[in-house]
């Protein structure tokens, strides 16, 4: 195994990562997507990629990653909701390999289950959490013949929505593929204000973060690139989405709406509208990412897993991680848990 930084790899590696997913329909996420590693590494987070060959020196896995001094993680991390190494049926990923020149852990969080080549992972898994879908085949009506009975109760209501939307603000304008920054930074500044009001840590607060979303935005490949959708109605921004698209997966990642039209479901408008011009789009599956939320569990029509873990080079890593997993859970599950966690922040930001 050898590893370099993603503008180093040729032509020969290139080709092996789009051969090796175009021959797994289990790694069609754009998370997967050499796409997406070469705009995180344009950005200034510099994308690693382990390159496994057999005896005959064909490449058979890439593992692309991120190094923080001793520590390493999944390319794209924290917002790549699927991860794993891009390898054919039968390839082990050498993870030992990974762990040296000091290199002590590999941490992952969105370990996409099913994988070939995870094998050497699998003793590392500490938690598994679902990752709900939605199987947009056929579009709105053929959303509505899988959808559980709240799926369609939801569709009903988001359609009265937009009807009373028309009425009482103007016209409903859905734009499935714009490239307006402004939009985009809208979406940001939203989901921003989202963040500070429920106490979650801010994706956004880096600034090379901002720069990804826009060079996303302006990727037109056939095989993959960013998407911005929004729903005006009158002079008034209903709901934005900005996600990732590989051919006919759309990876839901950025949704936001205004609060003041909450009454009108304007998220279940947008993903209605979606679902409505998937044909025409081109869209087969909207993966909705890992949680349990609300709307996800309405919404989805079928599910993956994935894991959460940390490879180490010794047990004592390991323990205290585990520990530390504990109580991060029963935090989460604490009532108190939004006011806690901003505690935490500002005690983490005083210390520096």
């Not at 490239?179 to 500070?196: F, G």
Request: proline share 6%; hydrophobic share 40%.
């Amino acid at each position: 195994m050898r590893t370099v930084r993603y503008d180093v790899l040729g032509a020969e590696e290139l080709d092996a990562w789009h051969s090796i997913r175009a021959a797994d329909p289990r790694l069609d996420s754009p998370c997967f997507h050499p796409g997406f590693a070469a705009a995180v590494h344009a950005t200034g987070n510099e994308v690693l990629v382990a390159v496994g060959r057999d005896a005959t020196g064909r490449v058979r896995g890439l593992l692309p990653y991120h190094r923080e001094r001793s520590l390493i993680r999944p390319m794209g991390w924290p917002a790549a909701d699927f991860q794993g190494p891009i390898a054919e049926p039968g390839f082990a990923f050498p993870l030992a390999a990974l762990l040296t020149g000091g290199v002590r852990q590999y941490a992952f969080d969105h370990l996409r289950d099913g994988l070939a080549g995870l094998e050497e992972f699998e003793p590392w898994v500490e938690s598994r959490m679902v990752s709900p879908y939605v199987d947009a085949t056929g579009g709105l009506d053929g959303y509505l013949s899988r959808a559980s009975r709240s799926g369609k109760d939801k569709m009903a209501e988001a359609r009265r929505g937009t009807n009373k939307a028309g009425r009482e603000l103007g016209q409903v304008r859905f734009e499935a593929r714009s490239v307006d920054e402004e939009s985009l930074a809208r979406v940001i500044e939203r989901k921003r204000e989202m963040y500070a009001a429920t106490g979650v840590r801010d994706y956004f607060a880096m600034p090379g973060r901002r720069e990804l979303m826009t060079r996303l935005l302006h990727t037109g490949d056939p095989g993959f690139s960013g998407m911005l959708s929004t729903v005006h109605a009158g002079p008034h921004l209903l709901a934005a989405h900005f996600g990732m698209r590989s051919d006919g997966v759309l990876h839901w990642w950025f949704p936001v709406y205004d609060p003041a039209f909450g009454n009108l479901s304007p998220g279940w408008i947008l993903l209605r509208e979606i679902l409505a011009a998937a044909p025409e789009l081109g869209l087969t599956r909207i993966d909705l990412g890992r949680g349990e939320d609300d709307y996800k569990r309405r919404a989805k029509t079928g599910e993956y897993t994935v894991s959460q873990g940390m490879v180490t080079r010794g047990a004592t890593g390991r323990l205290v991680r585990r520990a530390g997993l504990a109580v991060r859970a029963a935090v989460k599950r604490s009532p108190l848990a939004p006011a806690l966690r901003r505690a935490m922040r500002s005690l983490r930001s005083i210390s520096r």
